[in-house]
């Protein structure tokens, strides 16, 4: 299985997870020219975008870590576009969720980082 394979499966799994738990989702793999969101959708009626991380075990590190500032910044962009793309959804208020999935150990970050579009951004 390939890198792209192995992403699609746990984004998938990311997915059913969130869904479970009371998440309605919207789209999957929304694409622009700035960049990529793996989820898209709503909870506790906010609009959340939602990042997957994915390692086989936590010898390189935890799969969140890998949820830099440069993939903040581009996330809060594709976001900005999302936005502008669905109306309807603008209203609501926005969050930046992080699903790592190590082994076979799933975690949901809720509002894991701020909107960063441009500025510098902690995790």
Same mark, same amino acid.
């Given at each position: 299985?390939?890198?792209?394979?192995?992403?699609?499966?746990?984004?998938?799994?990311?997915?059913?997870?969130?869904?479970?738990?009371?998440?309605?989702?919207?789209?999957?793999?929304?694409?622009?020219?700035?960049?990529? *969101? !793996?989820?898209?959708?709503?909870?506790?009626? $906010? =609009? +959340?975008?939602?990042?997957?991380?994915? #390692?086989?075990? @936590?010898? /390189?590190?935890?799969?969140?870590?890998? *949820? !830099?500032?440069?993939?903040?910044?581009?996330? $809060? =962009? +594709?976001?900005?576009?999302?936005?502008? #793309?669905?109306? @309807?959804? /603008?209203?609501?208020?926005?969050?930046?969720?992080?699903?790592?999935?190590?082994?076979?150990?799933?975690?949901?970050?809720?509002?894991?980082?701020?909107?960063?579009?441009?500025?510098?951004?902690?995790?």
């Amino acid at each position: 299985m390939n890198k792209k394979d192995t992403g699609k499966r746990y984004e998938e799994k990311a997915a059913a997870f969130l869904v479970r738990n009371g998440f309605q989702l919207l789209e999957k793999n929304f694409r622009c020219r700035q960049g990529e *969101v !793996d989820l898209v959708g709503v909870h506790d009626n $906010c =609009l +959340v975008f939602v990042e997957v991380k994915y #390692r086989k075990d @936590s010898m /390189s590190g935890a799969p969140e870590e890998a *949820v !830099d500032p440069a993939k903040q910044r581009k996330i $809060c =962009l +594709v976001s900005d576009y999302y936005r502008i #793309r669905h109306p @309807s959804e /603008s209203a609501r208020q926005i969050r930046y969720d992080v699903v790592a999935i190590c082994e076979d150990s799933v975690k949901w970050y809720k509002n894991a980082f701020p909107y960063c579009a441009r500025g510098r951004s902690s995790w």
